[in-house]
């Protein structure tokens, strides 16, 4: 197992927000947190491969905009936000590095990683402010020859589909139901009681990575069956950030 991580830049506090008034941000912190995550994630079995920093991208951190893997294919995204277009540059030369097939979304679509959700052979797509329908179609008719279905989502409020929901290692999806347009889209639902907790990155089949900001959820989920690890990502939040955003995982 590797993740494609990317360290942050001095330039974070000026990121892009969307659904959020913008607050302060403690460098020093987001880059002792963004740290501590990484080890979080080669504790667990994970190698990382760095991606070259961008110091004068502030969103460059979010690594999982820019490109999105489905087995042995990456796709390279195109982001809605035109600060984050020269993002993939970068990312598409250590992806080709790692051997994937790569394949990319081009204009006039726009895709964000953080708007797909896979579960199983299905990539739910928000369709909200950064990727719009264009971006959508291109994915469909990349993925469905490989076996794919590609579901779209109406997104009106949250920044990304997986800033509302994520899914457990058994399929069930959670979130935060006041970002959810509509829950009924996905088979099984489940709300979480606070909107931090939205977001779990899936370690092995029994275990997740949550933000430290849920402590409800966290009982929710270990009262499931979880183990649940938590990691401190308070100063990406201020970034409409969470712990998915931070990393892309591939799994061979």
């Known amino acids: 197992m590797r993740v494609l991580v990317r360290p942050t830049s001095p330039l974070l ?11 302060p941000v403690d460098i020093e912190l987001a880059r002792r947190q963004w740290s501590d995550y ?4 080669q504790a667990h079995g994970f190698e990382a491969v760095h991606v070259p920093a961008a110091p004068e ?6 690594i999982e ?3 999105v893997v489905f087995g042995d294919v990456a ?10 277009k020269p993002e993939t540059a970068a990312v598409a030369g250590v992806v080709e590095g790692l051997g994937l097939e790569l394949l990319r979304i081009e204009a006039p679509g726009t895709l964000d990683g953080g708007d797909i959700l896979k579960i199983g052979r299905t990539a739910y797509v928000g369709r909200g402010g950064r990727t719009n329908a264009q971006g959508i179609a291109q994915l469909r008719a990349l993925l469905a020859p ?14 990304h589909l997986k800033s509302a929901v994520t899914a457990l290692p058994d399929g069930t999806v959670i979130g935060w139901e006041p970002f959810v347009d509509d829950p009924r889209i996905f088979d099984r639902f489940l709300p979480v009681p606070e909107p931090e907790g939205a977001a779990v990155v899936v370690l092995d089949a029994g275990t997740v990575l949550l ?10 989920l270990a009262d499931l069956g979880y183990r649940v690890v938590t990691a401190a990502v308070s100063e990406f939040e201020k970034l409409e950030g969470c712990v998915t955003c931070l990393s892309v995982r591939i799994r061979s």
Do not use: Y
């Open 13 to 23: 506090a000026d990121g892009e927000v969307t659904h959020i008034e913008r607050s």
């Open 38 to 41: 990484v080890g979080i994630l």
């Open 57 to 62: 991208l502030p969103d460059s951190v979010f």
């Open 65 to 67: 905009d820019t490109v």
């Open 75 to 84: 796709v390279l995204t195109l982001p809605g936000a035109d600060s984050r």
């Open 146 to 159: 490989r076996g794919w279905t590609v579901v779209a989502v109406p997104m009106t409020k949250a920044l």
């Open 211 to 220: 933000s430290a900001s849920a402590p409800r959820t966290a009982e929710l």
